[in-house]
Every structure is written in C-alpha cells, then in structure tokens.
C-alpha cells in the first residue's frame, strides 16, 4: 500500500469508513432505497410488526409505526438528518474551535486568558442545558440545530488543541521559521497547523458522533426540525407512546444512532491510533 | 481544615461570583432572541395592544437589554426569581420542590459512575496486552457510542417492559404512601418517616435513571484510569514494592491505584458537570418529577422565567461539583497541599 495511506491497515479505521459509507449511501439515495414514502400514513395498517414476526408483511420491512408510517423508509430518511447535522455542526464547531486555539495557544498573553476564561464560562452549562436554551432562543429548524451544536461545541476542540498548539509553538523549527521572517499567519499554518492536524482531525470524527447525538436529543424533546419530517430522535419520541404494543418501533431508531455514533467514534479512535506520532508501534497496533 | 483548603475554597468562591454574573448576562442574551413576546404570554389571549404595552412596561420592556438584565439580576440577589407566567407561583419554589429529586438521582449516578468507571478501569488495566483487552478497548468505544438517553430508553424497554423487574415511572409507585415533605429528598424522608417500604420503593425507582446515567458517564473515567495505571506502573516505587515481594494485588491497589486516582478525580469532575445536564434527558425518559421536566414544560410553555432560573441553577450545580472536586484534589494530593 502507498505510504501517504498507511492508515487505511487500521482495522477501526476501516470499520468505521464502511459504516460511514454506508450512512452516505442510504441519505444521499434515499428516495430510491426507501420502500415507502417516509410521511405516508396509512391508518389500516398501524403497528404491523416487522416481516421476522407474525402478522409482518413486506410492503413494510421493518413494520409502521402508530401513524402507520414505514419504520425502514423512516430510518433511511432519517440519515439525512443526521448527515446533515454531522458534517455541518462538526464542521463550525471545528473551524470556530480551532481557529481560537490556534490564537490562544501561538500568541498566549492576555488573548489566550481571554480565550480561556470564556472557554470557562461556556463549561460551566451541562451542553444539554445549553442547546436547549439556544434552541429556544433561535428556534426549531435544521439550521438552528447545526448552529447550537457550534456554538456549544467549539470548546471541545478549542480545550484540547489550545495546548497542543502551545506545545508546537515552542519548538525550535516554529522559532527558526519566525526568525527567518515568516509572518504569524504564515507560521501557524505553514508551521503548527501540520502537527497539530492529526488530533484536530481525530477530534473531529469524535464530534460528528456527539452532533449527530444532540440532533437526537434536540428531537427527541421536540427542539429540533419539527414532527413532519423523519429524524430518529423524532421517531424515538413518537414510539414511546407505542412501547408495550410496538418495541421495535422504539429499537430501530435506537440502533440507527448507535451504529452511526460507533462508526464516527471507532473511525476517531482508529485515526488517532495511527495518525498520533507519538504512540509507539505496540500501542498502535 | 487545613489552611491551604480553605484558601483555595474561598478563592474559588470569589472566582464564582464574576463567573455566574457573566453565565448569567449569556443566559439572558440567549433568551432575549425568542421570538416570542414575554407581555403577550403573560396576559390571556383576549388582551388589547394597550393592555400588552402596560405590562411590557411594569415587567421592564421597554428598557435598554442591559437594564433589563441589571433589574433581573439585582432581583436575584434579594431572592426574587419572578413568578411563572404559566403556574402562577413564584418561580423559587418551583426549583426548590423539583431540585432536591434532581440532586438525588445526579448523586446516585455518580456513584454507579464511579464504581462502574474504576471497576472497569482496572479491568482494562489488569487484561493489559492480552487479546481480552482488545476485545475490551472496543467495548469502550461502543459504550462511549451509547448516550444516557439511549441507556435509558434501552434499560426501560428491557428491565421495565420486557423483563418487567423494575418499575420505570415516576419516583413512588401507585400504592405507597408519600412521607411528609421535609428535606425533599426522598430517601431522607421516607427514612425520617419511618417508612421503610417507602425507602425501599424510591430506591427501586431510582435504579434505572441512575445506572443508564451513571453507564453513560463511566467510559472516559475507564480509559483515563487505565492509562495513568500504565504510567504508574513505570516509576521506581513500583518495581522497588515488587523486589521487596509485595503481591501484585496489593500493588495495584495500594501503590498504583492510589496514585492513579489524581488524573482520574479531575477528569471526573468535567463528567459529572455532563452527568448533571443529562439528568434532564433521563428524567424525561422516567417521568421522573425533577428539574428536567420542569424545565422541557416551561419550554413548550414558553415560561421565561422559569427557562431562565432552572438554566442558572444547573450552571450553578455544575460550578458547584467542580469546586468540590477541586477541594477533593487538593485533600488526596499531599504535594499540593504543602505548596
């Protein structure tokens, strides 16, 4: 295998990608992969059990809901969601978390107190608190979530990497490139960000998972896109109503998140085993 | 207590106040973009526009952002959180009857958080390098991947409704009695009651929400244990109680785990903090009468004042178990102390 891809041999890494993969699949073709229409409701046919029970028909794989809804079309189309939020809030949150601790952790001083101490401030709301008083600030909607989880998220990276940034920065290679009259801009991203990449990319994966977690959450409480449209939070919340009559109802949509969730954290777990220079060979493995 | 102690807790008291007024300012800002107008909700829905502008005026309105937060704020400090616009009744006593049912199911999951973290802590350690512990490393990330929400939705589908071993509503079942409110803690009361029955059926109902919380938060806990365990065990003092035959057992326990603690106390201070806000999720999940619920029902109720007190008051629980934690850490580390 070509060099630059060694961390393709991890197994998590694998493990991980194929999942991921496979998340990709089913949201970016869902109108094709899913048997049903995912807001359809069928009041004849609530309830029916998924085809491995009695009484389960394959019109509906994996059974309805109390709506008479498509549970599989439902999990299918919830992909989207989750995707979305994923790429999305991990995204911001990355950017606005790294860029701050890039600052705090190059020039110190002052602006890294500054930095800090809001970052203290910002730890002291339990983050399920804090989305849900975002939510109810902004309101419900796809891109009010994407930004709560942003604007909640941004510390995770920004704590972590402030001090690996602090730690590059006083190396000799970043002082020789100063004194050869590289500019700071020019020094952080030429210089610091390529060793600290690996843990901001590990950290990342990691963030996917929690994003698509707090989507769920925000669904389930009804914070988040609305009933209309199929989220697995949101289906969580509606089988509840169901759970002597129609467990399954409430199974699946919890599988979806696992899986997904595992996929993100095993992929985050394989990459900072491979990608971290300073574990040793043994540790990698 | 000892004088470094006490320093440090009363410097960290003075840190709190700068620090709730301005988790406090944000928590204001945040809430002050609803779309919702505070007056209208407050008034039936048959109310005139002058009606509407009277009470923007009594509640502050119409002031500048700022004024309107030193009027909420200064009202705090003389105790006065305001009145729910949707129970009518001060908003105090709201948290202070829903508070002591959350503090006590957060404490029971630390507790459960704990065991279950060092437990599997240092069996991730003592598997070190065998094919178990791959096995094992794996199981964490899968448990890392399982939310307290999911645990408890989990936990509800097979120990209360499959297996039907333990009820999964509420904080009492249908038939007991209920003690005379005093501490409000349940499990004090009953107990002052002399109501032994009572006791033993709030503990039945606590189970559940406690060990899915208490699961959700162990994971890192496990991971930080074993790998300062790993460090440990490469000092000298570790080899040196070897060569002078101390068995591997007491080892682990009296040399390494006591100085392995450290790292894993700090870490579990930031889980706890998480472990409080997910209190919230697993009370929903429940029904368990805490001040989760009381939360999510001001939210669909768009009751300011309540969103805005309850928001505060988990800040000011977490603030709370970091500075216990803190206090912990400086009692358990003897270098520390002598600085």
Redesign the interface.
């Known amino acids: 295998m070509e060099k630059r891809f060694f961390w393709l041999r991890s197994g ?1 890494v694998i493990t991980g990608l194929s999942i991921i993969a496979l998340l990709v699949i089913c949201a970016l073709f869902a109108p094709w992969l899913a048997p049903n229409d995912p807001t359809e409701q069928d009041i004849l046919n609530t309830l029916v059990p998924p085809v491995w029970q009695t009484g389960g028909d394959w019109t509906f794989p994996l059974g309805t809901d109390g709506l008479g809804r498509c549970v599989l079309s439902r999990i299918i189309y919830g992909s989207r969601i989750a995707l979305t939020v994923a790429v999305f809030g991990a995204l911001g949150a990355m950017i606005l978390g790294s860029v701050l601790a890039h600052i705090a952790g190059y020039f110190g001083g002052w602006v890294d107190w500054v930095i800090g101490r809001v970052v ?2 910002w ?7 804090l989305s ?3 939510m ?4 419900a909607g796809l891109q009010n979530v994407i930004l709560a989880i942003i604007v909640v998220d941004w510390t995770r990276f920004c704590r972590v990497l402030r001090s690996d940034v602090m730690v590059v920065a006083r190396r000799d290679y970043v002082a020789a490139a100063r004194l050869l009259g590289f500019s700071h801009w020019r020094t952080v991203t030429r210089e610091i960000l390529p060793a600290t990449l690996p843990l901001l990319i590990t950290l990342m994966s990691l963030e996917m ?1 929690v994003a698509v ?1 707090v989507e ?2 925000l669904s ?4 988040s896109v609305g009933a209309e449209v199929p989220a697995w939070g949101q289906m ?1 919340a509606d089988a ?1 109503a169901d ?2 009559q129609a ?1 399954w109802t ?2 699946l949509p ?1 599988l979806a ?2 899986v997904t ?2 996929g993100f ?2 992929l985050g ?1 394989g990459l900072r085993r491979t990608l971290d220079t300073r574990l040793t060979q043994t540790e990698r493995a | 207590m000892s004088g470094p102690v006490m320093k440090l807790l009363l410097r960290r008291l003075l840190t709190l106040i700068p ?1 709730l007024i ?2 406090s300012l ?2 204001f800002c ?6 919702v107008d505070p007056a209208a909700m407050s008034l039936p829905p048959n109310a005139t526009n002058a009606e509407i502008e009277a009470m923007r005026i009594e509640m502050g309105l119409d002031k500048p952002l700022i004024q309107q937060y030193g009027i909420w704020f200064g009202n705090i400090i003389h105790g006065d959180f305001g009145a729910s616009i949707h129970y009518r009744t001060a908003v105090s006593k709201l948290v202070l009857d829903t508070l002591p049912a959350t503090i006590e199911l957060a404490l029971a999951a630390m507790v459960f958080a704990t065991l279950f973290g060092v437990l599997g802590g240092l069996w991730l350690f003592y598997t070190r390098g065998g094919v178990v512990e791959s096995v094992l490393d ?1 199981g964490t ?2 448990l ?4 307290e ?2 645990w408890g ?2 936990f ?2 097979l120990f209360g ?2 297996l039907d071993l333990l009820p999964f509503i509420g904080r009492l079942g249908a038939g007991v009695d209920r003690p005379e409110t005093i501490t409000g803690f349940l499990l004090i009361d009953s107990l002052l009651a002399g109501s032994p029955l009572t006791f033993l059926d709030a503990i039945r109902h606590m189970i559940l929400p406690s060990v899915a919380l208490g699961l959700s938060a162990a994971p890192p806990i496990m991971r930080i244990l074993r790998s300062t365990l790993m460090d440990v065990y490469q000092e000298d003092y570790i080899h040196q109680a070897r060569q002078r035959g101390i068995s591997e057992g007491r080892i682990l326990i009296f040399h390494a785990l006591k100085n392995a603690f450290l790292p894993t106390l700090s870490l579990m201070g ?1 889980q706890f ?2 472990l ?3 209190t ?2 697993v009370e ?1 999940i429940y029904s368990y009468p805490g001040m989760g619920n009381l ?2 029902d001001a ?2 109720n ?1 009751d300011l004042p309540i ?1 805005q007190t309850v ?1 505060l008051t ?2 000011v629980m ?2 709370l178990i ?1 500075m216990v934690v803190d206090v912990l850490y400086l009692v358990l580390n003897p270098k520390l102390r002598e600085a």
């Not at chain 2, 890392?144 to 939310?147: E, T, V």
């Open positions: 998590r203290e401030i730890l002291s709301f339990p983050p399920v608190i849900l008083i975002l109810v600030g902004l309101g998972g977690v769920a959450i389930f409480v009804g914070m969580i509840r759970i002597y467990p409430l199974i919890i998140i696992f969730v595992f954290n095993i777990d | 620090t301005l988790v944000l928590l945040i809430l002050r973009m609803l779309p794996l990330v899968a890392l991947s399982i939310p929400f999911l939705l989990f509800m589908l409704v499959s930031v903090g998480f409080f806000g997910g919230l999720l929903i939360m999510v939210i669909r768009a969103i928001g988990y800040c977490v603030l970091s």
